[in-house]
């Protein structure tokens, strides 16, 4: 079956400090979806990425989709504490099925 | 946005007894609802999806005769722990979208916090 792969598990850095987390599938995705979990909280959707090569920005978030759609990746720039929580990909084979990344839990320091 | 409200919250209940968790969309008919399992610090794992009028899809290992699915309305999703046992504490959420099409994003309920004594 589908497994979406996500590393680091955990990163800590310094407010101001650039972050990333990636997401490895094993098989060809449709698309790819990436979610913040607060602690305590339940995700929340940041964006979606379909095009192979596809890149999106959110302020400081960028978002990039591999060209063979098999892989992706989160990027934040200078990072700020209200930027802690659990970031989660979520990859799509086919319709109806999106499975998720391990998480990777980011903790800022100020 | 879109709004998907689960309830309860938090439920503690003995050994044996069986557990209803509801997840409704608020504002949206939702055609299929999916249902997580989470691990404390783990990720959300696929238990089953459920598509309005039909029966929900489980995924592998995961016992559809405790586990019980019923999607029988656009806006309502029920998911009963049948016979709960310590093992099944855990954290169970839910999440809608409203198309079949490949590039709807999922909205979540705010989750339930299941303890089993």
């Known amino acids: 079956g589908q497994q979406v792969m996500q590393i680091p598990q955990y990163q800590h850095v310094q407010e101001g400090e650039d972050f990333t987390t990636y997401c490895n599938s094993s098989t060809t995705l449709s698309n790819i979806q990436w979610y913040k979990q607060r602690p305590g909280g339940h995700p929340v959707f940041l964006i979606q990425?379909?095009?192979?090569?596809e890149v999106k920005k959110q302020k400081r978030l960028t978002f990039q989709f591999g060209e063979a759609k098999k892989n992706s990746s989160l990027h934040i720039t200078a990072t700020q504490t209200t930027d802690v929580g659990t970031y989660f990909c979520a990859g799509r084979e086919n319709f109806n099925k999106f499975y998720f990344g391990s998480g990777t839990k980011l903790n800022v320091k100020p | 946005g879109a709004v998907v409200s689960q309830h309860p919250s938090r439920v503690i209940c003995k050994s044996g007894t069986s557990v209803k968790i509801e997840c409704r969309s608020l504002?949206?008919?939702?055609?299929?609802m999916f249902w997580y399992r989470q691990f404390p610090k783990q990720s959300l794992m696929l238990m089953a999806t459920s598509n309005e009028g039909s029966k929900a899809t489980y995924e592998q290992g995961v016992e559809k005769d405790k586990f019980l699915i019923n999607h029988a309305s656009l806006t309502l999703s029920t998911l009963t722990v049948t016979s709960a046992h310590p093992e099944d504490s855990s954290f169970y959420i839910c999440?809608?979208?409203?198309?079949?099409?490949?590039?709807?994003?999922?909205?979540f309920g705010s989750g339930t916090q299941l303890s089993v004594l």
């Open positions: 999440s809608a979208t409203w198309t079949r099409s490949t590039n709807e994003k999922l909205f």
């Open positions: 990425l379909v095009k192979s090569g």
């Open positions: 504002d949206f008919q939702a055609t299929t």
